[in-house]
């Protein structure tokens, strides 16, 4: 039962060492290094076990500059048994939706897969779009928020963690699945992984060397989302603190603040 | 080389072990540098000098291309008492004659730089790993364990900083003791080139290295320093571990008030700080030494206990470099009669005796006990500022002469302490 993976991974820049441009609001990206978003860990930590229970092949494949070959070896190093690199300046300003069309293209030509898997979301972005919209593009299943997956006869048990409770769903495969943080906790590369991955191949395509791609559908052309403003959110109001000296007071006095403030 | 095993494995990504990579991948052996940081020197610190003549050695030219902050260009020398200074300040070409050239580091981007001119010759560097542990097999260091994981190799260096647990742990070096490490703490403190430039008197890309005695360790056995990177400046405090347990002030509070003389406010003023680390630097001298070289290891930089302190001058990287550069001429030897033995590897310990490195240790050990004398670092100190402050003390009625001075000074702390000290002095 060797299933065919595919992980996509993407850089995003580390947020504990982010700042906002107080002026602008936009992000300071400048000087930030870069990170593996965290939940394609958990996405690829996910396509580990699942390899490591049912036998398998991992492939990481990322769209992205060409310095993303070092997020792509850290792959190999935790045990991706591939990785494919999609960079190329066309792709540059991509959204979502043009992301999407490049990974799905991707599948396609490295495939077959039986599985295509996602983090939740990236931490710059936090849409959680590109699964969804691969699995359209290839026609496919999909399964949102994932926490487990267990392998049946024709696909998986998939958890989905919801609020407030697990749905539990089955699905054949192929299936686009992407990964919340509970039950992957991405493994720590061994050393022995690490070298390994310093010399291994990162297979890299560009747009003429994608199939069948069609140059209208990437990069600012390809992209119907524009951004239209990004600001940081004003602080809050500070809450107002109820502590009289004995209970019943202090409900008096949290009715008379809510019949003030006109909420009951 | 088989997949599994390497010539060599260095210990930590300082100065020492990132040379030695450099050094030993050069010569084309399999080289493996484990470093438990982020990045090669992600978790290091220093004062803020390399003397470069060492390095300079290995790779010429390296100032042109390292991201070195500032080339030192002014010495200055600062005796403090409470509100007084004395300040020695010389500014000389000659400081920056090639083999007298020193510059201002910092070692997060200095030993990144340092692992990347490795791993450009082949050295392959796994950072974010710990090594717990050492293999030893029929009395032969044989690899190096970490988080469980094996890996061997012929050789191991140790370049594992002052507190080397691993050596330790093989019984080669003796666990630290207080009397015989300096503490430092060090901020980082941001501030505009130009101003800089401006309270330091510099341009362009020279720098200012400056060191304090006196008050601001409050008579404890140590210094200040002070060094000028490009847009920060490093400034910091060190005090024997042991003189500073028996002291009244902890570390933090001597240098809180070192930072608000009236001689270091003005240097500091409205800066940002953006770095403080605290570090051990070995001061002991020779005794500190371990044994140097075993079956199929060798131990090299701070974790051979290779620094010397003399106060205006503190070195420890340049001989770190020096050490690297014997130990890598000592395996490559060794790697030639495939002999991973201690009596093989024996050659490190020669080739570093017969260094300047060892013999300036050697020579200073004279000075270690004088250096260990209180009044160097209070009643001396506050001596010649006191009496250079009266030097320029115009107050009517009969001027005293400045040996009448000195005769009351000495009056004052002993004739006997004062004829000792001197005698110590001569004898050095
Ligand atoms: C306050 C202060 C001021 C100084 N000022 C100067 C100066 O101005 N000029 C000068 O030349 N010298 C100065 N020195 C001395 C100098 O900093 C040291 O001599 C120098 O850093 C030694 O380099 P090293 O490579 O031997 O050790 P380190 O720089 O300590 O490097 C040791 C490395 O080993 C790593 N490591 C440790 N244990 C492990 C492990 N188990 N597994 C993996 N990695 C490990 C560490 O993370 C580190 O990267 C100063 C020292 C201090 C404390």
Redesign the interface.
């Given at each position: 039962m060797n299933m065919k993976i595919m992980v996509c991974v993407k850089q995003v820049p580390d947020t504990e060492m982010i700042k906002v441009d107080p002026v602008t609001g936009s992000l300071i990206r400048e000087g930030v290094p870069s990170i593996i978003n965290p939940f394609d860990l958990n996405a690829l930590e996910a396509a580990l076990q699942l390899r490591g229970e049912y036998g398998g092949n991992v492939a990481a494949v990322c769209m992205g500059p060409p310095q993303a070959e070092e997020a792509l070896r850290d792959c190999l190093a935790m045990g991706a048994d591939s990785a494919v690199l999609i960079s190329d300046r066309v792709f540059k300003d991509s959204d979502t939706l043009a992301t999407s069309y490049v990974l799905s293209l991707a599948a396609r030509q490295f495939g077959p897969f039986d599985l295509i898997l996602c983090g939740k979301h990236s931490l710059d972005g936090e849409t959680g779009q590109v699964g969804p919209q691969i699995a359209e593009f290839l026609g496919w299943n999909q399964v949102t928020y994932v926490s487990k997956m267990t392998r049946t006869e024709e696909g998986f048990v998939i958890d989905r963690e919801m609020e407030g409770g697990i749905e539990k769903v089955m699905t054949r495969t192929p299936i686009v699945c992407t990964v919340t943080k509970t039950h992957y906790e991405p493994r720590?590369a061994?050393?022995?992984g690490?070298?390994m991955a310093?010399k291994a191949h990162v297979e890299t395509v560009d747009s003429k060397t994608l199939n069948g791609l069609d140059t209208g559908r990437i990069g600012l052309v390809g992209s119907p989302t524009s951004v239209a403003k990004s600001f940081v959110p004003p602080d809050g109001e500070p809450g107002t603190v109820i502590e009289e000296p004995t209970a019943v007071e202090s409900a008096a006095k949290l009715i008379k603040l809510l019949t003030k403030a006109e909420a009951i | 080389m088989s997949d599994d095993k390497f010539d060599v494995i260095v210990v930590g990504g300082g100065i020492a072990g990132t040379v030695a990579s450099y050094l030993l991948a050069k010569e084309g052996l399999s080289v493996?540098l484990?470093e438990r940081g982020n990045f090669c020197g992600s978790k290091n610190m220093t004062g803020g000098r390399l003397y470069a003549y060492s390095l300079e050695e290995v790779m010429p030219g390296f100032a042109n291309e390292a991201p070195v902050e500032r080339k030192v260009f002014k010495e200055r020398i600062s005796l403090l008492t409470m509100d007084q200074s004395v300040t020695l300040d010389v500014r000389s070409p000659k400081f920056a004659e090639s083999g007298n050239d020193s510059y201002v580091v910092l070692r997060s981007s200095f030993d990144r730089w340092l692992g990347e001119k490795a791993e450009s010759e082949g050295a392959?560097i796994?950072a974010g790993?710990r090594v717990d542990d050492l293999i030893v097999r029929d009395d032969k260091v044989c690899g190096i364990i970490?988080?469980g994981?094996e890996?061997d190799a012929d050789v191991v260096v140790l370049a594992d900083g002052v507190n080397s647990l691993l050596a330790e742990k093989l019984g080669m070096k003796k666990p630290l003791r207080p009397e015989h490490v300096a503490v430092g703490v060090k901020e980082v403190i941001q501030l505009t080139r130009g101003e800089i430039d401006e309270r330091f008197g510099l341009s362009g890309d020279e720098g200012c290295a400056w060191s304090f005695f006196g008050a601001n360790t409050d008579g404890i056995q140590g210094g200040g320093f002070l060094y000028t990177n490009k847009d920060s400046i490093s400034i910091g405090l060190t005090c024997n571990l042991q003189k500073l347990s028996e002291g009244s002030k902890p570390l933090m509070q001597l240098m809180n008030d070192f930072q608000s003389h009236p001689v270091v406010a003005p240097l500091v003023k409205g800066g940002n700080l953006i770095e403080y680390s605290a570090h051990l630097e070995p001061e002991a001298g020779a005794k500190m030494i371990p044994q140097l070289y075993g079956n199929g290891v060798l131990v090299i930089g701070d974790a051979a206990g290779l620094t010397l302190n003399l106060g205006h001058k503190v070195r420890g990287m340049d001989l770190a470099v020096i050490s690297a550069q014997c130990a890598a001429q000592a395996i490559l030897e060794a790697k030639s009669r495939e002999d991973f033995t201690a009596s093989s590897l024996r050659k490190y310990k020669d080739l570093l005796d017969v260094s300047s490195a060892i013999q300036n240790i050697e020579a200073r050990d004279k000075y270690l006990e004088f250096m260990e004398n209180p009044l160097l670092y209070n009643a001396y100190p506050l001596m010649i500022v006191d009496m250079l402050a009266r030097l320029f003390v115009v107050k009517g009625g009969r001027a005293q002469t400045i040996f009448d001075d000195i005769l009351k000074n000495i009056e004052a702390l002993g004739k006997n302490q004062i004829e000792n000290d001197f005698k110590a002095v001569k004898k050095l």
């Open positions: 720590k061994t050393m022995k690490k070298l310093k | 493996v484990v392959m796994v790993y970490s988080n994981e890996m």
